[in-house]
């Protein structure tokens, strides 16, 4: 952990020496009590915690904050619902990149069964953001859904907005030579691809077809690939 998160609510209480985050503290950074800390709010600030006391079942903490955080990244991802370790890769290393919003939809080829994971019913969808944005020594995460269409979705973006698909067929131009400007969403399809139907949705809400090249990619490669040219191209560091 490059940056211990905390939710607000927890901030009052004292950290159980089970939690995770107690033994990387003791175990992996090897704090002492007096010791201080890399330490972020969950969209909130980061700033510096203090071991304050080691009890035997939990530490006692305090924390100093630093400004508040900048606005989301102006990135939103719309992706075909994947395998639900794929949806582990993405949640975890978009987060890391950087951007504001995460949001899968039901796709037309995709497997129905991806929806009732376990992932996305206990909530096990969190930590991988909180992994991403630890990683990342940001304590932003971005919104995240599962549950929609992508007809839903793409009706509910703000304009005006650059929106680009990714697609390896019929796209005529590479994503680092389109126009980019913020904010951006960018669409990604399933691992079957793209239907016709929502090729036609998404053009009739203003996406441009782009591609990465001709090598064909692994989901979490592309969003891994796609997002870093996108952040490149906005300038963001």
């Known amino acids: 952990m490059n940056l211990i998160l905390f939710e607000p609510a927890e901030l009052a209480a004292p950290l159980p020496r089970s939690d995770p985050r107690a033994r990387h503290l003791l175990t992996v950074l090897r704090r002492k009590v007096g010791d201080t800390f890399d330490a972020g709010l969950v969209n909130g600030p980061r700033g510096k915690g203090t071991l304050v006391a080691a009890g035997p ?47 899968f939809f039901r796709p037309d080829k995709g497997e129905p069964s991806y929806g009732q994971s376990t992932l996305w019913s206990s909530g096990e969808w969190r930590r991988h953001v909180l992994t991403g944005a630890a990683q990342a020594f940001d304590p932003r995460i971005p919104a995240v859904s599962h549950d929609r269409t992508l007809a839903e979705l793409v009706a509910t973006l703000p304009a005006p907005m650059t929106r680009l698909a990714l697609d390896n067929y019929e796209s005529p131009v590479a994503l680092a030579a389109a126009t980019i400007a913020a904010p951006v969403a960018l669409a990604l399809g399933p691992e079957r691809g793209w239907s016709a139907a929502e090729r036609d949705q998404l053009r009739a809400h203003q996406f441009s077809l782009v591609h990465l090249g001709t090598r064909v990619l692994r989901s979490e490669t592309a969003v891994i690939a796609a997002v870093a040219v996108v952040r490149s191209r906005l300038g963001l560091p």
């Open 57 to 103: 079942d939990a530490l006692t903490l305090a924390f100093t904050w630093g400004p508040p955080p900048p606005p989301p990244e102006p990135i939103a991802l719309l992706i075909g619902l994947p395998r639900p370790q794929t949806a582990r890769d993405i949640l975890r290393e978009a987060t890391a990149l950087g951007v504001g919003a995460i949001h």
